[in-house]
């Protein structure tokens, strides 16, 4: 597996508030925190610390098994950033968003989120959403009462509609795809795609070398505004990844 990741605080926010995780070759997640002064920070990191002491849990399940700890994983995340935003002060309000993918090694990835960081697909030069956001606009154009280019310059578009952390319980996705060699799959914040349209996305991440689509996608993400944090996980796939033990 080829990894680029890339995180940078835009040209607008004081600080960066998303978190980053990387656990060759199995565990990938990102993390958009919000809320007050260095809350959003905590959040976020709080949120991948806590998912990263249950991977243990995770081993060698596959399947239903494996979807219903992915769920309840995410509960425990949850319940970890309210209870800190509950007890501590400096806390209060705060959240995040969380998107990964676990793969197994049996040729399939478990893709995980909650809120509107995003995990995309890249296979045969077309890229496909594979999350769904958990937004108020995200609802109005599955309902039908907006086009997705409407969407893209909505002004609520960031109103979340679920987030880690907010409310005592919360309700994640959890969507299993196959994985093949070559696959690309990326793991974004909305500071990536509140930027980039998914066809610009699509066309850089097309570029042969890794790093080199990552730099495209930062400095594109960047010279269009750079309007909030931009982080991002790309991974492309070989038959050794495909193939691995889940360890």
């Known amino acids: 597996m080829s990894v680029a990741m890339r995180t940078h605080k835009g040209r607008v926010r004081k600080n960066n508030e998303d978190s980053l995780l ?6 990938f997640a990102i993390a958009d ?8 920070e905590i959040a976020s990191r709080l949120a991948l610390d806590k998912l990263k002491s249950e991977k243990d849990d995770l081993y060698g399940k596959t399947g239903f098994a494996l979807v219903s700890k992915l769920y309840q994983v995410m ?11 509950k007890s501590d002060a400096t ?3 705060m959240g995040t968003t969380l998107a990964g993918i676990f793969f197994t090694g049996n040729g399939k990835g478990y893709v995980f989120n909650v809120g509107d960081s995003r995990v995309y697909l ?8 594979i999350t769904r956001d958990h937004s108020l606009v995200a609802e109005m154009v599955e309902h039908g009462e907006l ?3 409407e969407a893209f310059d909505h002004p ?8 880690i952390g907010v409310d005592e319980n919360v309700n994640g996705d959890v969507f299993v795809i196959d994985v093949y060699s070559d696959d690309i ?6 500071g990536l795609t509140d930027m980039l349209h998914d066809k610009e996305i699509e066309e850089r991440l097309m570029i042969n070398d890794l790093e080199s689509a990552a730099d495209s996608l930062l400095s594109a993400s960047l010279e269009k505004g750079g309007k909030d944090n931009i982080s991002f996980i790309i991974l492309k796939l070989d038959r050794k990844e495909v193939e691995h033990d889940g360890r």
């Open 147 to 149: 086009s997705q280019e």
């Open 91 to 93: 806390c209060e309000g």
């Open 122 to 129: 890249l296979r045969q030069n077309k890229l496909r959403q």
């Open 75 to 85: 509960r425990n995340i949850n319940n970890e950033v309210y209870e800190k935003a």
């Open 33 to 40: 925190g919000m809320g007050g002064y260095n809350a959003g």
């Open 156 to 163: 609520q578009k960031n109103m979340l509609t679920r987030g």
């Open 185 to 190: 799959i990326l793991l974004c914040s909305d």
């Open 22 to 27: 990387q656990l060759n070759p199995y565990l």
